[in-house]
C-alpha cells in the first residue's frame, strides 16, 4: 500500500484555498487543510472538505463517445481527434474561421485556457473564444479597468483584518466565500465597522452596522447617492483626487440629478440609512469595498463597477493596503481564465487584440501568420450567432451552458442546430447530452497546472491520482486537437513549459514559475521578474492607466421592470453547499442532502396574497419561459422580489433569465432582475 499526501489547490470558488489530498493506492480518501496557508489557515468550508467526493464518481467519463441517433458509442481517442479535426477543417473551408467557437472555463488551469485561447487564434485563426466570466465578472473587467487600468481585485485577502471598514455589496460571503467570510468577521471583532448592501437579508446582515436593503437593480442610484453624501458633506480626500484622479467634474455634473430623497424613491432605502452609510465608509481611516455578482450580472454592470469605484476614488481608499476595490470571484479560476486571454478581445495580460505589434509577438512565438485583429464573439453572442446559421462549430471545454446560461430555450435550441458540438468534460452534463463527441476529462487531482485565485495569487495544482479508463487532462486533449488540425506548435511535454511560454508573452506573469511556486512562494501578479516578491495590492504610486478616473454614469431602470402581466422582480443566485451548474455538488452525497433540489424565495406577505405555504408547488413565467418549483416562504427577500438559485437543471432559473439585452460593454446578461408571474401549481 502506498500513502500520500498531495498539495494543491480547491477546485471549487476563487478563494484559492490550499489542501491536501489523501491518497492511498491511486484514490483519494480525503482532504485535510493546510495550516500555514496564508488565506485558509488550517479551514476549510464545506465545499472544500467535500472535495475528493467527486474524484471517483462512477458517473466519470471514462471514453471518448460520438453521437449516433439518439445515443452514444464508445469511440477511441484516435477516431474522436481525427472525426473532429475533419469536421473543424471542413466548417472552416466552407464559411471561414469565424464559423468556429471556442467555450473555456474558469474551472480549468491557466495553462488550459492558455491553449483554448491559442487553439482558437493561432490554428483556427479566430477570436471567437470566451469563457464563464462573461456571465459573472466580465463587467468587472471593463469598469475596473476603465476606472483604474486593470480589471482585478486590487488587495488581498490578508489585510481584511487591518481594515476599519467593510462596504459588502452583491456579495453573500459566508454562503458563497466562507473563508473570506471568517477574514470579515475577525475585523468586525476586532473593531472595523461593516455595511451591507444587499436586496436579500443574507447571513452577514446580522453582523452589519448598517444594513441596506435595495431594490434589485438600483445600485448605481444609491452608490451615486453615497458619492453625493460625500462631496456635500465635504468627506473627499482632496489631495488624492488632486494627485490621482481625474473626471471629477464630470462626476459632479453627474450627482447633482442625485438627492437623497430621489435616491431614495428609487431604492426603496431611507435617505438617512444612505447618509449614514456614505459617512461610516468615507470617515474610516482605510475601508474596503467587496462585491459579487450581485452588482455585475446586470445591464448596467460595468457602470455598477464604476459607480462603487467612484466611491473609492473620491476617498483614497485605494493604492493602499487594507483598501481598494475587491470583486469576489465565484470560480476558482475566473481570475486566471480572463489573464490568460480567454476571452474574445484580449490576448494574454489584457493585451488588446487589436494592437498589431502584440499580434506579431505570439504569431512569432507561435510559428503561424497574423491572428485576427478583430474582437470575436462573446458566449451569448456565440448561442445568437449559432441560431441565425453564422456558428456552425462549437468546442466547449468544462461548462455546461444548457444550465448556467440565459434563456435556457434559446441556449438549447442554438446548441442544436450546431453541425458540430464538442464537449470536453468530467460528467455526461446536460450540455454534453446535446454533444456531437463528448471527450473524458481529467478532475483538479489528476493534472498539474496553476490557478489564479480572486486575489491575484497564482498557485499550484499536483496530480495526486491518475485520471479514470481514458479520461485525460484538458490541456492533452487540446494539445491533441491542435496537433490532429495540424498545427505543430504544441508540443508540450508538461503544464511547466505551457507557463514558461505563457511567462514570456505576458509581464504580469513573468516571475512566476513552478520552481519559485514549488519552493513554497505566494505570489500575486504583477510578478514582472524572477526576483519580484509578487503584489500584494495594486495602484501604490500610480494606476496603470496613468490617474484613477471618475466616470458620471446613471441610474437606469431595467428593462425587465414588475408590469401587470410580470408583477414581481425573480433574482437569481446561489446557495451553500452547490456549485455552478450542480454537475459536481449535486453528485456529492453529503451536500445534495443538504439542499436536494431548487426552490422559490418568496416573502410572507406575497406568500399569504398568493394563498401559499412552504412545500407548495408554483408555476413562475417570465417572457421567455416557465418552471416548477417548490415554495420557501422566507423574509429573506423584500415583497414583489423572489430569489432563485440557479443550480438545479429540473426547475432551471435560468429557463426565465434574458439573453437579449445586455450590459454595453461587456455583454453580461441582466441575470439579477428579471419580471415574472407567480401561479399556483
Ligand atoms: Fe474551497 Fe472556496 Fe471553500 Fe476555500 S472557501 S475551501 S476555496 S470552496
Known amino acids: 500500500m502506498r500513502f500520500d499526501s498531495v498539495l494543491t489547490t480547491c477546485p471549487f470558488c476563487g478563494t484559492g484555498c490550499n489542501l491536501f489530498l489523501e491518497v492511498m493506492d491511486n484514490e483519494v480518501l480525503g482532504v ?38 439518439n445515443r452514444f458509442e464508445r469511440i477511441s481517442w484516435e477516431q474522436a481527434l481525427d472525426e473532429i479535426a475533419e469536421k473543424i477543417t471542413r466548417l472552416r473551408s466552407e464559411s471561414g474561421p469565424d464559423a468556429l467557437g471556442f467555450f473555456s472555463s474558469a474551472k480549468c488551469t491557466n495553462e488550459e485556457n492558455y491553449l483554448m485561447m491559442k487553439l482558437a487564434r493561432g490554428v483556427i485563426g479566430t477570436n471567437n473564444v470566451d469563457h464563464c466570466a462573461r456571465l459573472c465578472h466580465s463587467s468587472t473587467v471593463t469598469g475596473l479597468a476603465a476606472s483604474f487600468g486593470a480589471g482585478a481585485m486590487t488587495n488581498s485577502i490578508p489585510e481584511i483584518p487591518e481594515t476599519s471598514c467593510m462596504l459588502v455589496t452583491g456579495s453573500n460571503p459566508t454562503s458563497q ?102 459617512v461610516m465608509y468615507a470617515s474610516s481611516p482605510s475601508a474596503m469595498i467587496f462585491y459579487a455578482m450581485g452588482i455585475t450580472q446586470h445591464v448596467t454592470g460595468t457602470d455598477n463597477v464604476k459607480a462603487v469605484a467612484n466611491l473609492a476614488l473620491l476617498t483614497g481608499n485605494v493604492g493602499r493596503p487594507s483598501t481598494g476595490v475587491n470583486p469576489l470571484r465565484g470560480q476558482n479560476n475566473v481570475q486566471g481564465a480572463c489573464d490568460m486571454g480567454a476571452l474574445p478581445n484580449v490576448l494574454t495580460g489584457y493585451r488588446p487584440v487589436t494592437d498589431s505589434q502584440a499580434r506579431l509577438e505570439y504569431a512569432r512565438l507561435w510559428g503561424c501568420g497574423d491572428l485576427p485583429d478583430r474582437p470575436g464573439l462573446t458566449i451569448v453572442e456565440m448561442s445568437s450567432a449559432a441560431l441565425r446559421g453564422e456558428l456552425r462549430g462549437l468546442v466547449i471545454m468544462g461548462e455546461n451552458p444548457a444550465v448556467t446560461d440565459p434563456d435556457l430555450n434559446h441556449v438549447k435550441e442554438a446548441l442544436s442546430r450546431l453541425d458540430l458540438l464538442v464537449v470536453i468534460d468530467i460528467f455526461m452534463t446536460e450540455t454534453a447530452q446535446l454533444a456531437d463527441y463528448v471527450l473524458p476529462a481529467a478532475t483538479f487531482a489528476e493534472k498539474e497546472g496553476t490557478f489564479t485565485n480572486t486575489d491575484r495569487r497564482v498557485q499550484r495544482v499536483r496530480k495526486a491520482v491518475d485520471p479514470p479508463g481514458e479520461a485525460k487532462a484538458d490541456w492533452e486533449i487540446l494539445c491533441s486537437l491542435a496537433k490532429a488540425l495540424g498545427s505543430k506548435s504544441f508540443e508540450y511535454n508538461s503544464p511547466e513549459e505551457i507557463m514558461n511560454e505563457i511567462r514570456q508573452l505576458t509581464p504580469s506573469y513573468r516571475g512566476i514559475t513552478y520552481e519559485r511556486l514549488d519552493g513554497g512562494e505566494s505570489l500575486q ?38 408590469d401587470d402581466d410580470y408583477p414581481m422582480i425573480l433574482t ?13 455538488t449535486r453528485r456529492i452525497d453529503t451536500l445534495n442532502a443538504e439542499i436536494p433540489t431548487g426552490f422559490v424565495d418568496i416573502n410572507p406577505d406575497d406568500a399569504a396574497k398568493l394563498g401559499l405555504k412552504d412545500g407548495d408547488v408554483v408555476k413562475v413565467s417570465s417572457r421567455r419561459g416557465s418552471i416548477s418549483i ?8 423584500k415583497p414583489g422580489v423572489i430569489f432563485i438559485p440557479m443550480h438545479f437543471s429540473e426547475c432551471a432559473a435560468n429557463v426565465l433569465t434574458d439573453h437579449k439585452v445586455l450590459d454595453p460593454y461587456s455583454k453580461i446578461p441582466g441575470f439579477k432582475v428579471c419580471a415574472v408571474r407567480i401561479e399556483k401549481g
Open 177 to 278: 466565500h466562507p473563508i473570506i467570510a471568517g477574514w470579515m468577521l475577525e475585523a468586525k471583532e476586532r473593531g472595523a465597522c461593516l455595511i451591507v448592501i444587499d436586496p436579500r437579508k443574507i447571513p452577514l446582515s446580522q453582523h452589519a452596522d448598517l444594513f441596506l436593503q435595495l431594490r434589485p437593480g438600483t445600485n448605481i442610484a444609491l452608490f451615486n447617492g453615497m458619492a453625493r453624501v460625500i462631496l456635500d458633506k465635504g468627506l473627499v480626500n482632496d489631495d488624492f483626487v488632486e494627485a490621482r484622479t481625474e473626471g471629477i467634474d464630470e462626476l459632479k455634473a453627474k450627482l447633482k440629478d442625485y438627492d437623497l430623497d430621489a435616491v431614495s424613491r428609487i431604492t426603496g432605502v431611507e435617505r438617512e440609512l444612505i447618509e449614514k452609510a456614505a
Open 32 to 69: 485535510s487543510p493546510v495550516k500555514w496557508h496564508p488565506i485558509s489557515r488550517g479551514k476549510l468550508c464545506i465545499l472544500g472538505r467535500n472535495a475528493h467526493k467527486f474524484i471517483q464518481h462512477p458517473d466519470r467519463l471514462t471514453a471518448p463517445l460520438k453521437r449516433v441517433g
Open 630 to 637: 417548490k415554495v420557501k416562504v422566507s423574509s429573506e427577500v
Open 572 to 584: 437569481t443566485g446561489r446557495v451553500p453547499y452547490h456549485w455552478h451548474g450542480g454537475s459536481i
Open 525 to 562: 501578479w504583477p510578478c514582472p521578474d524572477e526576483n519580484h516578491p509578487g503584489t500584494p495590492y495594486l495602484h501604490a504610486e500610480s494606476f496603470p492607466r496613468g490617474k484613477g478616473r471618475f466616470y458620471g454614469v446613471d441610474y437606469v431602470a431595467s428593462p425587465e421592470e414588475p
